[in-house]
T-cell receptor
Framework: NAGVTQTPKFRILKIGQSMTLQCTQDMNHNYMYWYRQDPGMGLKLIYY???????DKGEVPNGYNVSRSTTEDFPLRLELAAPSQTSVYFC????????????FGPGTRLTVL | RKEVEQDPGPFNVPEGATVAFNCTYSNSASQSFFWYRQDCRKEPKLLMSVYSSGNEDGRFTAQLNRASQYISLLIRDSKLSDSATYLC???????????FGQGTRLTINP
């Protein structure tokens, strides 16, 4: 039981490049989330999903896209990377959304130069 | 006003001391409250949920004050391993979303 896994762990992008951050969970959770965390700050919600085929915007969705074709996978796509997207990205999953524990992946550290 | 506000610290306390953090939230309709712990360069992990009646887990005690809209975390007999950032977390819009405070950084000194 691996929990929530994320790849890659680190990535450096040039301005204007695109990439996909992968997230997979093996706990059969319906709820999945993408957050970003800037230095010294709390987590901000980018996108979330309440089940396969259903996604919705969080607080800071601009510049990102998501899809949820299966219960297990919730990839985050960055199009036209900008320096403002330099951050640590965490994926999380939960059985009952905001009512119980969210399990986090180890994070992806992204730098855009 | 931020939805969830915490004193960022840092708090530096000697080993064995008792330390307390407060967190205020703005949405009176919030129903789920948590404390998460985040070690340096790691992912957040649930420390404890916060219940209306208050709850205790070993050296850790969490309290909820709905009237004043704040949550507290008390750590007794602090250990070096308690050094971390503590995130106050509250639900927004029912069952779907959580809001994270910016965290309170705690360092326990030998």
């Amino acid at each position: 039981n691996a929990g929530v896994t994320q790849t890659p762990k680190f990535r450096i992008l040039k301005i204007g490049q695109s990439m996909t951050l992968q997230c997979t969970q093996d706990m059969n959770h319906n709820y999945m989330y993408w957050y970003r965390q800037d230095p010294g700050m709390g987590l901000k919600l980018i996108y979330y999903s309440v089940g396969a085929g259903i996604t919705d915007k969080g607080e800071v969705p601009n510049g990102y896209n998501v899809s949820r074709s299966t219960t297990e996978d919730f990839p985050l796509r960055l199009e036209l990377a900008a320096p403002s997207q330099t951050s640590v990205y965490f994926c999380a999953s939960s059985a009952q959304g905001a009512y119980n524990e969210q399990f986090f992946g180890p994070g992806t550290r992204l730098t855009v130069l | 006003r931020k939805e969830v506000e915490q004193d960022p610290g840092p708090f530096n306390v000697p080993e064995g001391a008792t330390v307390a953090f407060n967190c205020t939230y703005s949405n009176s309709a919030s129903q789920s409250f948590f404390w998460y712990r985040q070690d340096c360069r790691k992912e957040p992990k649930l420390l404890m949920s916060v219940y209306s009646s208050g709850n205790e887990d070993g050296r850790f005690t969490a309290q909820l004050n709905r009237a004043s809209q704040y949550i507290s975390l008390l750590i007794r007999d602090s250990k070096l391993s308690d050094s971390a950032t503590y995130l106050c977390v509250v639900n927004r819009e029912g069952a779907q979303k959580l809001v994270f405070g910016q965290g309170t950084r705690l360092t326990i000194n030998p």
